[in-house]
């Protein structure tokens, strides 16, 4: 079955195979490999990217359920080699530890950041719920979160850090 779908910014009709995963379609036909694949169940989140402006699960969704949308990966955040705002908070603050389930949180937050530019650290955690990080918290995570939204509000990030490290 032919699919066409805008990755990224680029548009690409390839066969499929209909019970393709949209996550083995990312990774092993695009050749996009920053979409992880973790629990295979939808529960920890390492395969998030957004689907039509839309934070969803490749794991659970089928290639050709994408057929005529637009999906963005992480890989899709940094422009003209510089980073997006997320992507430096998380280095800045220190949210990436090993870094598995970082591609899904990036994704995750921007869908967040989108919905609320200045969120509270409650609806960080509560827009983190379905994003499992293994290495030791999430403290460091909402921190990066929280400073990515001051930058793209165009705040100083440090100057309005509230503490919470």
């Given at each position: 079955m032919k699919v066409t779908i805008t990755t990224n910014g680029v548009?690409?009709?390839?066969?499929?195979?209909?019970?393709?995963?949209l996550v083995h379609y990312i990774r092993d036909v695009l050749g996009l490999t920053g979409t992880h694949i973790g629990c295979d169940t939808t529960s920890c989140g390492a395969c998030t990217i957004l689907l039509n402006g839309q934070a969803v699960k490749s794991c659970t969704v089928l290639a050709v359920q994408a057929d005529g949308g637009t999906i963005q990966t992480v890989e899709g955040l940094a422009r003209d080699g510089q980073l997006h705002p997320l992507q430096e908070a998380f280095w800045e603050e220190h949210g990436l530890q090993c870094g598995?389930?970082?591609p899904?949180?990036?994704?995750?937050?921007?869908?967040l950041l989108e919905r609320y530019p200045d969120p509270t650290e409650d609806q960080i955690r509560h827009g983190l719920e379905g994003n499992l990080c293994r290495c030791t918290g999430y403290q460091h995570i909402v921190n990066a979160i929280m400073s990515?939204?001051?930058k793209m509000a165009g705040q100083p990030a440090r100057a309005a850090a509230g503490g919470g490290r």
């Open positions: 548009t690409a009709t390839h066969d499929v195979e209909p019970r393709l995963l598995f389930c970082t899904g949180m990036l994704m995750t937050a921007l869908q990515a939204a001051r």
